[in-house]
């Protein structure tokens, strides 16, 4: 059975920063694609983050040079950096690696 455990989210004020991890089970996080997506009020889940099996990694543009999202292959976990937070980042955060999502976790950043 597969699970992603989504943790770390928050309050925290403009500029502040978190990280969140996704702690997997079921599955080897260094033998697939993971993603972080994200899902405001109101508003579809778009794509935030991706680290594929050979560790390259990819973002949206508008967390690019804020964002981070790395692997720990012993703890079996996927992080995401987030630096210079913006209200607008507000929203929960999941970690999906096809096809199975994690619950989420909420982010929220105050002005």
Same mark, same amino acid.
């Given at each position: /059975?597969? /699970?992603?455990?989504?943790? #770390? #989210? %928050?309050?925290? /004020?403009? #500029? =502040?920063?978190?990280?969140?991890?996704?702690?997997?089970? =079921?599955?080897?996080?260094?033998?697939?694609?993971? !993603?972080? !997506?994200?899902?405001? $009020? =109101?508003?579809?889940? *778009?794509?935030?983050?991706?680290?594929?099996?050979? #560790?390259?990694?990819?973002?949206?543009?508008?967390?690019? %040079?804020?964002?981070?999202?790395?692997?720990?292959?012993?703890?079996?976990?996927?992080?995401? *950096?987030?630096?210079?937070?913006? $209200? *607008?980042?507000?929203?929960?955060? !999941?970690? !999906?690696? *096809? $096809?199975?999502? %994690?619950? =989420?976790? /909420?982010?929220?950043?105050?002005?």
């Amino acid at each position: /059975q597969v /699970q992603l455990v989504e943790s #770390g #989210g %928050g309050l925290v /004020q403009a #500029g =502040g920063s978190l990280r969140l991890a996704c702690a997997a089970s =079921g599955i080897i996080v260094s033998s697939n694609a993971m !993603y972080w !997506y994200r899902q405001a $009020p =109101g508003k579809r889940r *778009e794509f935030v983050a991706i680290i594929s099996r050979a #560790g390259s990694t990819d973002y949206r543009d508008s967390v690019k %040079g804020r964002f981070t999202i790395s692997r720990d292959n012993a703890k079996n976990t996927v992080y995401l *950096e987030m630096n210079s937070l913006k $209200p *607008e980042d507000t929203a929960v955060y !999941y970690c !999906y690696t *096809e $096809p199975f999502w %994690g619950q =989420g976790t /909420q982010v929220t950043v105050s002005s």
